[in-house]
């Protein structure tokens, strides 16, 4: 099977079981991915199981698609074991990729197998060519870019990279990046780097401005993105350096899957034929018909926070048909904008998406009162609902109406893979040679799948006195295909002169012919495996004495944090331009002071990084893979401290970081005690550090709140920066306000509104030997900075346990304390 190149173009295609897997074959994809059992980004989808691979595959190679396996997950330290387990069953199925998150798990492959293809999934959070450098040591086939990575900083990355380049251009699109979203783990214990999203981001939020409520008519959902379609934008990407098409949807319908395959089929076969190609407005009302909250280049073309969210709705609506103009008796008069028959299914939106709604099927059409047989496409139109579908009392002038399906659509969709017979054949080139008194020899060429057979005749070859042998009549022989996934294509006869050969003796090479180029197709991939595993050699932990950090996030902060015995200070700013001065003041209490880069690196963004080294801090506080790079590149000379961004879950994740440079490393928020303890028995704990107080960093987004709802403007050139003018929180549906932050690269983070504590879990971490201990804040004065820092600096000596530093921040906190993700489930 052909890997991914540099130069391919691939339409990859979400697959959730057998179904969805026919119907991305049936359609033109060339690689789909799927999930196995529970160690994937989709739980809650049906995904298949581990003794379906080998199945699985020879499936896929049949029709030479690609099947990549998505392992997109952090990997607990108690789940290695079974990790070894599914990706040896991959390399033995001969699974063409797996799609990995965790680092740890990276190493875990390279220790079991040299050339096993390993992609990076986009939850590894990959937005720089400095990221894809940091790949590069462990011969990674494919990197997937970050969802908002706009099609200029793609071509970028591509021309400074020699690895493939992956890219979504289709379905739901997360507000967060991926991989650095922990609402879900934070809200309920279902972590969205474990599959495990809950969807926060599509529930209602109150804008809250400077401490007072934003009256925001029916927009409610301010952090729920509608859904990505960049079939327009096919020859951009191709140009910019994409060489595999990403279309999202896993969880969704084999229709879907049907319906979206085959739409970017057509533009990338096109853009390959050299057609110019635009989809037909039928054809965009056919893939929202399937699914879409409303369609968005998302950052593709660049930011435009006004067009990434509609804000009224959470929810796939389907076709927009227009606003009801009058409610009749038994029928709802609507000047349509999309076609509309019987038997579609409609709802009228009231503007309260959370509540139910009215909706049903179609039963007739009319105008002025006359039915209408088929498909009405516009004008002012009578749609009848089902009698019991639509309490007509409850719709009002002014609602909209949405088609939400088709079932001729869907119909036709389902004709397109529920039999092997609908799907495409793949063209044979044969080449006949031969001449009388030696056999007939016929190669076989099957050029998409590279591979070709040769069949000699049974018999030796005659003179022929009547009919001779001709390319018609071997055409008419070699073409019986049917029923086969081959058709003939050219047949190039080069006998030496008139020859006959019996017609059995042609049906049955041609029998043999399609047997083996079968046979060949269907041949496992196979990978080498190192005989012995490589030995791990585990980091020794010395004892040292426990140090105490305070993290600050303005300057207040750090004048009170230098006012007492905490061993480290890092600051994180909202605006970088202030680290000077911070290190100013730190450095002259005597304190060292690390800084910290911004969550994410984008291409252009390197003075950011320039201007936190020539701050001269005392460290660097290094939140993902671009930056780690940037710096290693730069040999600096002050310790890199790797944070919590860098998702760290397991103890060869954490060896891989610091033999790559980094002084010190903090596990992932994503972890509750028991396996941080797992991690912490199996790591070197004198490197590693722990946060044991702080205000949760949920979501963070390259979408703008501010400039999105306070601001004409559109994005950082034009919105007037009302970031630096007011303080914007999200009230969520229980009372809480959640701050929200921006940092230099305009990006914002919702922080939890109450503050997780670990203080119960101190003694554990100390018995464990570990040596660093971080406090965060957020919007604390100087004040509650001093005495939240004390009472952790009394549990660090032991002058005071756990539960009484818990209780007293409880009782001195506004909102009280949590626990938060520690918390075991």
């Not at 698609?65 to 990997?75: A, K, M, P, Q, S």
């Not at 993290?551 to 905490?566: G, K």
Request: glycine share 8%; charged share 30%; net charge negative.
């Amino acid at each position: 099977m052909k890997r991914i190149t540099k130069d391919t173009i691939e339409l990859l295609a979400p697959v959730g079981n057998w179904d969805c897997l026919r119907a991305a074959v049936a359609n033109g994809a060339d690689a789909i991915y799927f999930g196995v059992d529970k160690y994937n980004a989709r739980v809650r989808a049906k995904n298949f199981q581990m003794d379906e691979l080998p199945e699985i595959m020879v499936y896929l190679h049949k029709y030479n698609v690609r099947g990549y396996v998505t392992f997109n997950i952090l990997i607990f330290e108690q789940e290695l074991e079974e990790a070894r387990q599914l990706v040896n069953a991959c390399i033995d199925s001969g699974v063409d990729a797996l799609i990995v998150q965790d680092l740890g798990l990276v190493e875990l492959i390279r220790e079991i197998s040299p050339d096993f293809p390993i992609h990076g999934s986009t939850q590894m959070t990959v937005t720089s060519a400095e990221a894809v450098d940091f790949l590069k040591p462990y011969d990674i086939e494919v990197v997937v870019l970050g969802r908002e990575n706009n099609l200029k900083q793609i071509k970028t990355i591509s021309d400074k990279s020699q690895l493939p380049i992956e890219v979504f251009v289709h379905g739901a699109l997360c507000v967060s990046y991926s991989g650095q979203c922990l609402t879900s783990e934070m809200w309920g214990g279902r972590s969205a780097n474990r599959g495990e999203c809950a969807q926060a981001c599509r529930l209602p939020y109150d804008l809250i401005v400077d401490g007072e409520r934003k009256e925001m008519g029916n927009i409610a959902y301010v952090l729920s993105p509608k859904d990505l379609a960049a079939i327009e934008l096919v020859p951009e990407l191709i140009e910019a350096g994409v060489s595999s098409l990403k279309i999202e949807g896993r969880m969704k319908s084999p229709e879907y899957v049907a319906n979206v395959v085959s739409k970017y089929r057509k533009a990338i076969d096109e853009y390959i034929a050299g057609r110019d190609f635009s989809p037909s407005e039928e054809e965009m009302r056919e893939l929202e018909q399937s699914f879409s909250r409303g369609f968005t280049y998302g950052f593709l073309k660049g930011t435009n926070h006004k067009t990434l969210l509609d804000g009224t709705f959470p929810k796939s609506r389907g076709v927009y048909l227009g606003t009801v103009k009058k409610v009749l008796k038994d029928a709802i008069l609507c000047q349509i904008e999309a076609p509309l028959k019987r038997g579609d299914g409609i709802v009228v939106d009231a503007g309260r998406p959370d509540q139910k709604e009215e909706g049903g099927r179609v039963y007739d059409i009319r105008k002025k009162g006359k039915k209408i047989d088929g498909e009405a496409r516009d004008g002012l139109i009578e749609i009848v609902p089902g009698r019991h579908d639509v309490n007509l009392t409850k719709v009002r002038v002014g609602d909209k109406l949405w088609k939400t399906s088709d079932q001729q659509l869907e119909r036709r969709l389902q004709k397109t893979f529920e039999t092997e017979q609908a799907y495409r054949a793949f063209p044979l080139k044969v080449k006949v040679t031969g001449k009388a008194g030696k056999p007939l020899v016929t190669q076989w060429i099957d050029e998409e799948a590279e591979i070709n057979v040769t069949v000699e005749s049974s018999v030796l070859l005659e003179e022929a006195l009547k009919r001779p042998l001709t390319v018609d009549f071997l055409g008419e022989q070699f073409g019986r295909l049917g029923g086969t996934i081959f058709e003939l294509a050219e047949i190039e006869l080069l006998v030496s002169g008139d020859v006959i050969v019996p017609v059995k003796v042609l049906n049955k090479m041609r029998r043999e012919a399609v047997e083996q180029l079968l046979s060949k197709r269907q041949e496992r991939q196979v990978y080498e495996k190192n005989s012995k595993e490589k030995a791990v050699v585990k980091r020794e932990s010395n004892k040292e004495p426990a140090k105490l950090i305070s993290l600050c996030r303005s300057m207040e902060q750090i004048e009170a944090s230098c006012q007492t015995d905490v061993d480290y200070i890092y600051a994180d700013f909202e605006f970088t331009k202030d680290y000077p001065a911070a290190v100013e003041v730190a450095q002259g209490y005597g304190k060292l002071i690390a800084l910290a880069t911004p969550r994410i690196h984008m291409p252009g963004e390197q003075g950011v990084l320039n201007g936190i080294l020539r701050a001269n801090p005392n460290a660097i506080l290094v939140r993902n893979l671009g930056a780690l790079q940037y710096f290693l590149d730069k040999n600096v000379e002050v310790p890199l401290i790797g944070d919590f961004s860098l998702n760290v879950a397991n103890h060869k994740a954490v060896n891989m970081f610091l033999n790559r440079g980094l002084a010190r490393v903090t596990p992932s928020y994503d972890l509750n005690i028991e396996q941080m303890v797992d991690l912490l028995e199996a790591a070197p704990t004198n490197e590693m550090e722990v946060v044991i107080h702080q205000h949760l960093p949920m979501y963070h987004t390259e979408h703008c709140v501010y400039c999105t709802f306070l601001s004409e403007g559109t994005d950082y050139t034009n919105c007037g920066r009302p970031c630096e003018e007011h303080r914007i929180s999200l009230e969520d549906r229980v009372g809480f306000s959640h701050p929200v932050r921006v940092d230099v690269g305009c990006r914002n983070t919702v922080f939890n509104a109450i503050d997780q504590s670990g203080a119960e879990y101190i003694n554990d971490f100390k018995d464990l030997g570990v040596a660093y201990y971080r406090v965060e804040f957020l919007e604390e004065d100087g004040r509650k900075v001093k005495e939240v820092l004390g009472l952790y600096r009394e549990a660090l000596l032991g002058k005071r346990n756990g539960t009484s530093v818990w209780k007293a921040l409880k009782s001195t906190n506004q909102l009280g304390v949590t626990r938060g993700q520690l918390v075991k489930k």
